[in-house]
């Protein structure tokens, strides 16, 4: 995690001569590395209530892409119900659901609420859009996070970067976008 000022930043930018790497990035971020990553992060952590919201918006998203399959799945079985409680259904709307958050994480870092809500996902020490790997990671971290009595969300209000506790265990971060 970077967490040094703009002040201290501009001062071991002056004392160091090897190649210096400048890096300005759509938002307000400015990234510099001097051999081992310095960076200054003007985007403030999100918190909760914008995330919930954010959720909620792709919560609707979801719902609608999920009924889309349903209709799929029951044209494909030639018009015959699938059973309650079918665990190959059950699954496919879990990967389905894993997959939308992992694609809109990996390709910009923001889904459709998030976007709404002015927040993005990104990598703790790069600031980039996370990898494949930690959005499939984070998606089923949030499900366990979510569990007892959404402990792990809530610790964000607690945490002085905000983090929950997937966003801790997979190394990103939620980000406002709407202060410019």
């Not at 971020?29 to 310095?38: T, V």
């Not at 259904?89 to 994480?105: C, I, N, R, T």
Request: aromatic share 14%; hydrophobic share 50%.
């Amino acid at each position: 995690m970077c967490s040094i000022s703009a002040t201290s930043a501009a001062r071991k930018l002056s004392r160091i001569w090897a190649s210096v790497h400048i890096q300005v990035t759509p938002g307000v971020r400015l990234a510099l590395s001097f051999g081992s990553p310095y960076c200054v992060t003007l985007n403030p952590p999100a918190g909760l209530l914008r995330r919930v919201a954010a959720l909620a918006y792709d919560a609707l998203l979801l719902l609608a892409i999920m009924l889309i399959y349903t209709f799929m799945i029951w044209l494909a079985r030639g018009g015959r119900e699938i059973s309650p409680g079918t665990l190959w259904y059950q699954s496919s709307l879990a990967v389905l659901a894993m997959l939308f958050y992992a694609w809109f994480w990996t390709h910009g870092g923001q889904t459709l609420g998030m976007r709404a809500w002015k927040i993005r996902l990104e990598g703790e020490e790069s600031g980039r859009s996370v990898t494949w790997r930690q959005a499939i990671a984070r998606f089923w971290l949030a499900w366990l996070a979510a569990l007892p009595v959404a402990a792990g969300f809530w610790w964000s209000c607690f945490d002085p970067k905000r983090r929950c506790w997937h966003d801790r265990l997979t190394r990103t971060r939620i980000v406002r976008l709407d202060l410019r």
